[in-house]
Protein backbone atom coordinates (compact mmCIF):
# COMPACT_ATOMS: atom_id res chain seq x y z
CA UNK A 1 0.00 0.00 0.00
CA UNK A 2 2.91 2.44 0.58
CA UNK A 3 4.12 1.71 -2.90
CA UNK A 4 0.79 2.27 -4.47
CA UNK A 5 0.64 5.80 -2.41
CA UNK A 6 4.32 6.89 -3.34
CA UNK A 7 3.32 5.78 -6.78
CA UNK A 8 0.30 7.87 -7.37
CA UNK A 9 2.43 11.56 -6.07
CA UNK A 10 5.10 10.72 -7.87
CA UNK A 11 2.72 10.51 -11.18
CA UNK A 12 0.30 13.47 -9.97
CA UNK A 13 3.85 15.96 -9.60
CA UNK A 14 4.59 15.38 -13.03
CA UNK A 15 1.52 15.42 -14.60
CA UNK A 16 0.72 18.48 -12.65
CA UNK A 17 3.72 20.47 -14.04
CA UNK A 18 3.28 19.44 -17.05
CA UNK A 19 3.20 22.25 -18.84
CA UNK A 20 6.36 23.13 -17.32
CA UNK A 21 8.74 20.46 -19.40
CA UNK A 22 11.47 22.01 -20.76
CA UNK A 23 11.04 22.72 -24.12
CA UNK A 24 12.77 24.47 -27.62
CA UNK A 25 9.46 26.73 -28.24
CA UNK A 26 5.73 27.03 -28.27
CA UNK A 27 3.96 24.15 -29.84
CA UNK A 28 2.25 24.71 -32.81
CA UNK A 29 -1.60 25.27 -30.92
CA UNK A 30 0.51 27.95 -28.92
CA UNK A 31 1.80 29.77 -31.45
CA UNK A 32 -1.82 30.26 -32.78
CA UNK A 33 -3.51 30.84 -30.13
CA UNK A 34 -0.64 33.52 -28.40
CA UNK A 35 -1.36 35.49 -31.74
CA UNK A 36 -4.60 37.04 -29.52
CA UNK A 37 -4.23 37.84 -26.29
CA UNK A 38 -6.61 40.11 -24.05
CA UNK A 39 -8.91 40.52 -26.82
CA UNK A 40 -6.27 42.40 -29.19
CA UNK A 41 -4.00 40.62 -31.94
CA UNK A 42 -0.36 40.53 -31.71
CA UNK A 43 0.41 39.18 -34.92
CA UNK A 44 -1.25 37.95 -37.94
CA UNK A 45 -1.50 33.82 -38.68
CA UNK A 46 -1.90 33.39 -42.07
CA UNK A 47 -1.88 29.78 -43.67
CA UNK A 48 -0.10 29.43 -46.65
CA UNK A 49 -1.81 28.35 -49.45
CA UNK A 50 -1.53 28.74 -53.90
CA UNK A 51 -3.59 32.84 -53.29
CA UNK A 52 -1.15 33.46 -50.60
CA UNK A 53 2.01 32.20 -52.46
CA UNK A 54 0.97 34.29 -55.76
CA UNK A 55 0.24 37.51 -53.54
CA UNK A 56 3.85 37.33 -52.42
CA UNK A 57 5.36 36.35 -55.76
CA UNK A 58 3.53 39.48 -57.12
CA UNK A 59 4.69 42.32 -55.24
CA UNK A 60 6.85 44.37 -57.09
CA UNK A 61 10.71 44.32 -56.58
CA UNK A 62 13.51 47.44 -56.23
CA UNK A 63 14.00 48.38 -59.95
CA UNK A 64 16.47 51.07 -61.93
CA UNK A 65 14.66 50.59 -64.86
CA UNK A 66 11.51 51.43 -63.62
CA UNK A 67 12.52 54.00 -60.87
CA UNK A 68 15.05 55.72 -63.23
CA UNK A 69 13.45 55.43 -66.52
CA UNK A 70 14.97 53.10 -69.97
CA UNK A 71 15.53 55.94 -71.98
CA UNK A 72 18.30 55.22 -74.30
CA UNK A 73 21.60 56.95 -73.92
CA UNK A 74 22.03 59.86 -72.50
CA UNK A 75 22.53 63.15 -74.23
CA UNK A 76 25.68 64.42 -75.22
CA UNK A 77 27.84 66.35 -72.43
CA UNK A 78 27.34 69.77 -71.81
CA UNK A 79 30.39 72.03 -70.18
CA UNK A 80 29.80 72.27 -66.79
CA UNK A 81 31.56 74.88 -63.68
CA UNK A 82 35.07 73.30 -63.14
CA UNK A 83 35.34 71.54 -66.93
CA UNK A 84 38.71 72.41 -68.23
CA UNK A 85 38.36 73.80 -71.95
CA UNK A 86 40.40 74.36 -74.88
CA UNK A 87 39.14 76.79 -77.51
CA UNK A 88 41.03 76.80 -81.17
CA UNK A 89 40.40 79.54 -83.23
CA UNK A 90 40.96 79.16 -87.61
CA UNK A 91 41.37 82.41 -89.45
CA UNK A 92 40.78 82.31 -93.46
CA UNK A 93 44.03 83.70 -94.53
CA UNK A 94 46.98 85.75 -92.44
CA UNK A 95 47.38 88.86 -91.25
CA UNK A 96 43.81 88.86 -89.64
CA UNK A 97 42.86 89.60 -85.85
CA UNK A 98 45.15 87.23 -83.94
CA UNK A 99 48.92 87.52 -84.48
CA UNK A 100 52.22 85.38 -85.01
CA UNK A 101 52.48 83.81 -81.90
CA UNK A 102 54.38 80.29 -81.06
CA UNK A 103 51.24 78.27 -80.76
CA UNK A 104 50.23 79.59 -84.21
CA UNK A 105 50.00 76.52 -87.00
CA UNK A 106 50.09 77.80 -90.68
CA UNK A 107 48.25 75.59 -93.14
CA UNK A 108 46.91 75.98 -97.04
CA UNK A 109 46.55 79.88 -96.41
CA UNK A 110 44.78 79.55 -93.04
CA UNK A 111 46.22 80.16 -89.67
CA UNK A 112 45.31 78.18 -86.30
CA UNK A 113 45.45 79.96 -83.05
CA UNK A 114 44.61 77.70 -79.72
CA UNK A 115 44.16 79.42 -76.53
CA UNK A 116 45.75 78.10 -73.24
CA UNK A 117 43.24 75.82 -71.72
CA UNK A 118 41.22 77.35 -69.35
CA UNK A 119 38.86 76.29 -66.05
CA UNK A 120 35.17 77.07 -66.22
CA UNK A 121 34.67 79.80 -63.56
CA UNK A 122 32.27 80.04 -60.80
CA UNK A 123 30.47 82.28 -63.21
CA UNK A 124 30.32 79.67 -65.83
CA UNK A 125 32.36 81.70 -68.09
CA UNK A 126 35.88 81.66 -70.10
CA UNK A 127 37.70 84.60 -71.56
CA UNK A 128 38.16 84.49 -75.12
CA UNK A 129 40.43 87.31 -76.98
CA UNK A 130 38.25 90.23 -78.70
CA UNK A 131 35.32 88.11 -77.63
CA UNK A 132 35.32 88.86 -73.93
CA UNK A 133 34.02 86.68 -71.19
CA UNK A 134 32.08 83.85 -73.13
CA UNK A 135 29.25 82.01 -71.28
CA UNK A 136 29.64 77.73 -71.53
CA UNK A 137 28.10 76.18 -68.26
CA UNK A 138 25.47 74.11 -69.66
CA UNK A 139 26.23 74.28 -73.21
CA UNK A 140 27.35 71.79 -75.71
CA UNK A 141 30.63 72.40 -77.68
CA UNK A 142 28.54 73.22 -80.53
CA UNK A 143 26.82 75.90 -79.26
CA UNK A 144 29.74 77.46 -77.91
CA UNK A 145 31.66 77.03 -80.84
CA UNK A 146 28.79 79.34 -82.45
CA UNK A 147 28.54 81.93 -79.40
CA UNK A 148 32.19 82.54 -80.15
CA UNK A 149 32.39 82.63 -84.14
CA UNK A 150 29.36 85.51 -83.74
CA UNK A 151 31.42 87.96 -81.38
CA UNK A 152 34.57 87.73 -83.64
CA UNK A 153 32.68 87.61 -86.83
CA UNK A 154 33.30 91.30 -87.57
CA UNK A 155 36.67 91.28 -86.50
CA UNK A 156 38.62 87.73 -87.43
CA UNK A 157 38.43 86.60 -90.99
CA UNK A 158 36.07 84.17 -91.40
CA UNK A 159 36.44 82.58 -88.23
CA UNK A 160 35.87 79.45 -87.29
CA UNK A 161 36.31 77.52 -84.01
CA UNK A 162 36.55 74.56 -82.08
CA UNK A 163 35.74 74.32 -78.44
CA UNK A 164 37.19 70.63 -76.58
CA UNK A 165 36.23 69.47 -73.01
CA UNK A 166 40.06 68.28 -72.13
CA UNK A 167 38.86 67.23 -68.79
CA UNK A 168 35.64 67.05 -67.47
CA UNK A 169 34.83 67.12 -63.89
CA UNK A 170 31.14 67.43 -64.09
CA UNK A 171 30.54 64.54 -66.90
CA UNK A 172 31.63 61.83 -64.49
CA UNK A 173 30.12 59.35 -62.01
CA UNK A 174 31.60 58.35 -58.61
CA UNK A 175 31.65 54.40 -58.30
CA UNK A 176 32.42 53.60 -54.12
CA UNK A 177 31.54 51.61 -51.38
CA UNK A 178 33.11 48.99 -48.97
CA UNK A 179 33.93 46.19 -51.75
CA UNK A 180 34.78 48.36 -54.87
CA UNK A 181 37.98 50.81 -55.32
CA UNK A 182 36.48 53.88 -55.41
CA UNK A 183 36.67 56.15 -58.22
CA UNK A 184 35.55 58.69 -60.24
CA UNK A 185 34.60 58.33 -63.58
CA UNK A 186 34.02 59.77 -66.74
CA UNK A 187 31.78 59.61 -69.17
CA UNK A 188 32.11 58.96 -72.21
CA UNK A 189 29.97 60.35 -75.82
CA UNK A 190 28.95 57.21 -76.08
CA UNK A 191 27.54 56.65 -73.00
CA UNK A 192 28.51 54.07 -70.59
CA UNK A 193 26.22 51.62 -68.32
CA UNK A 194 26.21 51.06 -64.90
CA UNK A 195 28.19 47.38 -65.13
CA UNK A 196 30.64 49.49 -67.61
CA UNK A 197 31.03 51.99 -64.67
CA UNK A 198 31.90 49.05 -61.86
CA UNK A 199 33.93 47.55 -64.20
CA UNK A 200 36.28 50.91 -64.98
CA UNK A 201 36.18 51.20 -61.15
CA UNK A 202 38.41 48.30 -60.96
CA UNK A 203 34.99 45.97 -59.96
CA UNK A 204 33.52 44.45 -57.66
CA UNK A 205 35.79 42.31 -54.88
CA UNK A 206 32.69 40.50 -52.75
CA UNK A 207 30.62 38.01 -54.42
CA UNK A 208 28.08 38.35 -56.76
CA UNK A 209 25.33 37.26 -54.53
CA UNK A 210 26.03 38.80 -51.28
CA UNK A 211 26.83 42.95 -52.76
CA UNK A 212 23.65 45.28 -53.33
CA UNK A 213 24.38 48.32 -55.79
CA UNK A 214 22.46 51.77 -54.59
CA UNK A 215 22.04 54.22 -57.24
CA UNK A 216 21.34 57.84 -55.73
CA UNK A 217 20.41 60.13 -59.28
CA UNK A 218 18.68 63.78 -58.95
CA UNK A 219 17.59 63.23 -55.21
CA UNK A 220 16.35 59.60 -55.48
CA UNK A 221 17.66 56.41 -54.88
CA UNK A 222 17.10 53.07 -55.51
CA UNK A 223 18.75 49.47 -54.48
CA UNK A 224 18.68 45.95 -55.96
CA UNK A 225 20.82 43.07 -56.17
CA UNK A 226 23.81 43.08 -58.29
CA UNK A 227 23.13 39.59 -59.20
CA UNK A 228 20.07 40.97 -60.44
CA UNK A 229 22.30 44.04 -62.45
CA UNK A 230 24.12 41.37 -63.90
CA UNK A 231 21.47 38.36 -64.77
CA UNK A 232 18.70 41.70 -66.07
CA UNK A 233 19.76 43.25 -69.25
CA UNK A 234 16.67 45.87 -68.73
CA UNK A 235 18.40 46.77 -65.15
CA UNK A 236 21.69 47.90 -66.69
CA UNK A 237 21.08 51.46 -67.30
CA UNK A 238 22.53 54.04 -68.42
CA UNK A 239 24.68 55.87 -66.16
CA UNK A 240 24.08 60.05 -65.82
CA UNK A 241 26.36 62.70 -64.98
CA UNK A 242 26.69 63.14 -61.29
CA UNK A 243 25.11 59.34 -60.53
CA UNK A 244 26.02 57.62 -57.35
CA UNK A 245 26.78 54.14 -57.54
CA UNK A 246 27.71 52.60 -53.69
CA UNK A 247 28.57 48.55 -53.81
CA UNK A 248 27.67 47.00 -50.47
CA UNK A 249 27.86 43.65 -49.29
CA UNK A 250 24.90 42.36 -47.34
CA UNK A 251 25.02 39.06 -46.22
CA UNK A 252 21.99 37.81 -46.68
CA UNK A 253 20.53 35.51 -43.72
CA UNK A 254 17.25 33.63 -42.88
CA UNK A 255 17.49 31.56 -38.71
CA UNK A 256 16.07 28.32 -38.02
CA UNK A 257 15.03 27.37 -34.74
CA UNK A 258 13.05 24.74 -32.78
CA UNK A 259 12.84 20.71 -34.32
CA UNK A 260 15.29 20.44 -36.97
CA UNK A 261 18.73 18.97 -38.19
CA UNK A 262 20.55 22.58 -36.86
CA UNK A 263 19.30 25.66 -34.97
CA UNK A 264 21.12 28.37 -37.11
CA UNK A 265 21.31 31.65 -38.70
CA UNK A 266 22.26 30.55 -42.51
CA UNK A 267 23.06 32.71 -45.41
CA UNK A 268 21.72 32.39 -48.50
CA UNK A 269 24.82 32.38 -50.31
CA UNK A 270 22.08 32.66 -53.54
CA UNK A 271 20.12 36.11 -54.38
CA UNK A 272 16.84 34.10 -53.64
CA UNK A 273 15.97 31.32 -51.65
CA UNK A 274 12.74 29.46 -50.87
CA UNK A 275 11.09 27.75 -48.16
CA UNK A 276 12.24 24.40 -48.94
CA UNK A 277 15.53 25.26 -49.87
CA UNK A 278 16.18 26.85 -46.08
CA UNK A 279 14.92 23.91 -44.23
CA UNK A 280 17.18 21.73 -46.23
CA UNK A 281 20.09 24.03 -45.40
CA UNK A 282 19.12 23.56 -41.93
CA UNK A 283 18.93 19.61 -42.02
CA UNK A 284 15.29 19.28 -42.31
CA UNK A 285 12.50 17.96 -39.99
CA UNK A 286 13.49 16.10 -36.99
CA UNK A 287 11.69 12.86 -37.40
CA UNK A 288 11.57 12.18 -33.45
CA UNK A 289 10.50 15.85 -32.49
CA UNK A 290 9.07 17.58 -35.07
CA UNK A 291 5.28 18.81 -36.13
CA UNK A 292 5.07 19.04 -39.83
CA UNK A 293 2.11 20.68 -38.92
CA UNK A 294 3.34 23.21 -37.19
CA UNK A 295 6.14 24.99 -39.77
CA UNK A 296 6.18 28.47 -39.06
CA UNK A 297 8.03 31.62 -40.57
CA UNK A 298 7.61 34.97 -38.69
CA UNK A 299 8.14 38.29 -40.56
CA UNK A 300 7.57 41.64 -40.81
CA UNK A 301 5.37 42.68 -43.78
CA UNK A 302 4.96 46.07 -45.29
CA UNK A 303 1.63 47.53 -45.48
CA UNK A 304 0.73 46.65 -49.17
CA UNK A 305 1.44 43.04 -48.48
CA UNK A 306 -0.73 42.83 -45.58
CA UNK A 307 -3.63 44.52 -47.97
CA UNK A 308 -2.95 41.56 -50.31
CA UNK A 309 -3.08 39.01 -47.81
CA UNK A 310 -6.71 40.49 -46.62
CA UNK A 311 -4.90 40.29 -42.90
CA UNK A 312 -5.39 43.50 -40.62
CA UNK A 313 -3.15 46.08 -40.56
CA UNK A 314 -1.39 46.19 -36.99
CA UNK A 315 1.81 48.36 -37.80
CA UNK A 316 3.67 47.43 -34.70
CA UNK A 317 6.75 46.90 -36.28
CA UNK A 318 9.44 48.92 -38.35
CA UNK A 319 7.93 51.70 -40.94
CA UNK A 320 4.39 50.62 -39.74
CA UNK A 321 4.76 47.11 -40.67
CA UNK A 322 2.86 44.37 -39.25
CA UNK A 323 4.32 41.19 -37.86
CA UNK A 324 2.92 38.17 -39.83
CA UNK A 325 3.33 34.45 -39.09
CA UNK A 326 2.93 32.26 -41.74
CA UNK A 327 1.80 28.38 -41.27
CA UNK A 328 2.37 25.58 -43.66
CA UNK A 329 1.52 22.36 -42.93
CA UNK A 330 4.32 19.69 -44.11
CA UNK A 331 1.97 16.51 -43.27
CA UNK A 332 0.28 17.42 -46.66
CA UNK A 333 2.28 16.50 -49.42
CA UNK A 334 0.99 19.57 -51.85
CA UNK A 335 2.69 21.84 -49.11
CA UNK A 336 5.87 20.55 -50.18
CA UNK A 337 5.19 22.25 -54.09
CA UNK A 338 4.19 25.84 -52.21
CA UNK A 339 7.29 26.01 -50.36
CA UNK A 340 9.43 25.21 -53.39
CA UNK A 341 7.63 28.66 -54.53
CA UNK A 342 7.19 30.28 -50.93
CA UNK A 343 9.97 33.05 -50.85
CA UNK A 344 12.33 33.40 -47.89
CA UNK A 345 13.31 36.68 -47.01
CA UNK A 346 16.88 38.98 -45.39
CA UNK A 347 16.64 38.20 -41.54
CA UNK A 348 12.85 35.83 -41.47
CA UNK A 349 13.05 33.09 -38.93
CA UNK A 350 11.69 29.77 -39.46
CA UNK A 351 10.46 27.87 -36.61
CA UNK A 352 9.04 24.00 -36.59
CA UNK A 353 7.35 23.38 -33.42
CA UNK A 354 7.92 20.08 -30.98
CA UNK A 355 5.25 17.07 -31.87
CA UNK A 356 2.72 16.80 -28.57
CA UNK A 357 3.92 13.41 -28.65
CA UNK A 358 7.53 14.11 -27.89
CA UNK A 359 5.65 16.14 -24.85
CA UNK A 360 4.71 12.81 -23.80
CA UNK A 361 7.40 11.39 -24.26
CA UNK A 362 9.13 13.71 -22.15
CA UNK A 363 6.70 13.24 -19.54
CA UNK A 364 7.76 9.64 -19.20
CA UNK A 365 11.48 10.23 -19.16
CA UNK A 366 11.35 12.44 -16.23
CA UNK A 367 8.49 9.75 -14.38
CA UNK A 368 11.01 7.14 -15.00
CA UNK A 369 13.68 9.19 -13.59
CA UNK A 370 11.76 9.85 -10.32
CA UNK A 371 9.98 6.42 -9.71
CA UNK A 372 13.17 4.34 -11.19
CA UNK A 373 14.79 4.56 -7.95
CA UNK A 374 11.54 4.20 -5.87
CA UNK A 375 10.82 0.57 -7.62
CA UNK A 376 14.60 -0.42 -7.23
CA UNK A 377 14.48 0.21 -3.69
CA UNK A 378 10.96 -2.11 -2.96
CA UNK A 379 11.69 -5.08 -5.32
CA UNK A 380 15.91 -5.19 -2.91
CA UNK A 381 13.84 -4.89 -0.60
CA UNK A 382 11.18 -7.84 -1.20
CA UNK A 383 14.02 -9.58 -2.43
CA UNK A 384 16.09 -9.68 0.90
CA UNK A 385 15.59 -12.97 3.02
Same mark, same amino acid.
Given at each position: MKFVAVFVCLIGAPLTACGYLPTAGPTTGEVVDQGVQDNQIRYD???????? @? +???? $?????? *??????? #????????IGIGDT?? @? +???? $?????? *??????? #??SAGSRNVTIPEQVVGRDGGISVPFAGRVPVAERSTVDVQSEIEHRLAEKAIEPQVIVTISKSVTNAATVSGEVVNGARVPLSVNGDRLLDLIALAGGAKAP???????????G?????PME?????????????AGDILTLVQVPQTFSVLGATGQNAQVNFNAERITLVEALAKAGGLLDQRS????????????PAVVTALNAPQLATGPDRSSPVVYRLDMSNANAYFL??????????IIYVANARLNELQKFFTLLNTLTGPVITGIVVKNASP
Open positions: VVDVDANV @V +SALL $AQPEES *FHKRFGT #HGKPPPPKVS @V +SIWE $AAGGGL *FGASPTD #HVVYSTFVRLSRNVTATIRLVSDPAENIYGQDPAGVFLFRFEPAQRFPVEDKD
